[in-house]
């Protein structure tokens, strides 16, 4: 079992580039395995979701080559994998995004995950599908496995979704590439729009009006193009979370996505009055990119309401850890979809706070963080050990915590780190925070190591 051992103290400082782009390491081979000829992929994500995604599409018949840095993909006719099977892992968005391809490519499949995406919600994306009529079964609970099967074509429709998700707008849109007529998505809150840009990028046309994206059946994708990957805002943001709580760290994270649907983190940050430099703005193949700078700071307690949710769901875990240093409470509220993560995070991040030391309230859609910044210098957390509960975000999360806190922190079940983030450990360590990860027996960091 894989442990973080994170030694107190330190401060995060210096230059780093953080580990690429999941969402769009995931949708560069997805759509360059539907795109005719073949496009490189620069500085994707390898890790065990994105090569989860590149098996799949190598199953399904696209021409892979992999370098150091770069990959190629081959695509244009796809079909279905050998004896049907499609192993998503832990990849929520592997699941959720392919089952619009399935549907639209009508590619016959069982679509399975590991332990933790057999328990997660694939209602949303399946019935849609379905009302497009797509043929594709789910068990009662709305779990996986899904079973895709022959079907004819799809129908085109306009969807009015209650809830934000990139996953399923990306299923619809995907799916709504093959159907008969148009295929519109409109959702409460703006999610992150990579599978509209990069659509954009592999030529075609999408709808773009406020909430509402859509594309016309029959749009192919055309091949012989270059995505090039930006860091993750949301593998940055535990770097951000812990320069921002930390006293007398400046930190600089180069080539960082900056897509407005991830930018969450940032402005939550700021709200809490961490200083917060973004530089260097620039575009990355239709997404744009910048390096953030980032100071230790006073941080205050902040409300963050559902509206600022989806551009930040997967930063909210470092968020409240970081909401512990601050002064007074933060509030998390309209975060419900936090249970249904790889963990259910609201109630792994309270345990994990709780075991730190710090006093919070678990409500059902959030939580209350009752900071303890005014109370005294120093250690924000005591030492102790948290269970990561095999959930990648959680494991990140709470070795940051080492940076304020009083006593050696364990971090257990961190083994999912390699979802995302492989190198995390390293990373973390070369900017300061005094960790080392191993499994079995480990020699904990010394006092200043
Ligand atoms: C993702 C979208 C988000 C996010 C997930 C990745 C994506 O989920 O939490 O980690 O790549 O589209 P939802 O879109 O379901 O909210």
Redesign the pocket.
Known sequence: MMRHIIAPGGELKGEMRAGSD??IT??AFLLSALAEGESEILSPLISADTMATLNLVRACGAKVAEEEGRITVCGGELHSPPEGKADCGNA??LM??FCGVAAGWNLQCVLTGDESLSTRPMR?VVWPLLEMGANMEISDSGTPPIVVREQKTLSGMHHKIK????????ALLLAGLRAQGETTVTEPVA??D??ERMLELFGVTVLREGLRAGVCGGAKLRGGVTVRVPADM?SAAFFMAGAAMTPGSDLLLCDVGTNPGRFGAVDILRQMGADVDILNVRDCGGEPAADIRIFGSELRGVEIGADAV?AA??DLPALLVAAAAAEGETVLSGAG?LRH?ESDRLAAVAAGLSALGVECELREDGMVVRGRGGEKEGAVFSGGDVDARGDHRIAMAFSIAGLRAGGEITVRNCENVETSYPGFADAAKEAGLRIVCGEGDIIPPREGE
Do not use: F, L, N, Y
């Not at 809830?163 to 990306?170: E, R």
């Open positions: 999941k969402s995931h949708r929520g968005t959720r995004v949303r809830m934000a998700s990139a996953q399923v707008k990306s999610s992150r990579h599978t949301s989806p769901i997967d979809e993560k």
